[in-house]
């Protein structure tokens, strides 16, 4: 029996997954979560049988660490391909972060 197999992969760096530059905030926690999906290859043409979880991933760390954003975020991905079957893998690590409340204007007058 023969196997045929490949493997890439890549690395990236964000700021955070929201803008947040005039944002007071504070770190809640540190994040380390990774998840992994399935694609069909033929040579050139891959055809996904799901859409990359990337967003439900983000969406589930937020929820479970009672955060508003994420920021140092530092991700990296790698794919095996064995026969026509390719395993992505995507590894985020990055901290999570919940905004403090502003004083309004008002307020800030009275003190």
């Known amino acids: 029996m023969v196997f045929v197999g490949c493997a890439s992969s890549s690395a990236g760096i964000a700021t955070s997954n929201i803008p947040i530059s005039n944002k007071k905030y504070k770190v809640i926690s540190p994040v380390e979560e990774q998840i992994s999906w399935r694609t069909f290859d ?3 043409l891959g055809i ?17 660490k009672n955060a508003d954003a994420l920021i140092n975020i530092r991700y990296w991905t790698d794919r095996s391909i064995i026969f ?6 995507f590894g985020l690590s990055a901290e999570a972060v919940k905004f403090e409340e502003e004083t309004p204007v008002n307020e800030k007058k009275k003190r």
């Open 42 to 44: 033929i040579g050139i």
């Open 48 to 64: 996904p049988f799901t859409k990359p979880p990337i967003d439900e991933l983000v969406t589930k760390i937020l929820k479970d």
């Open 84 to 89: 026509f079957i390719t395993w992505n893998r």
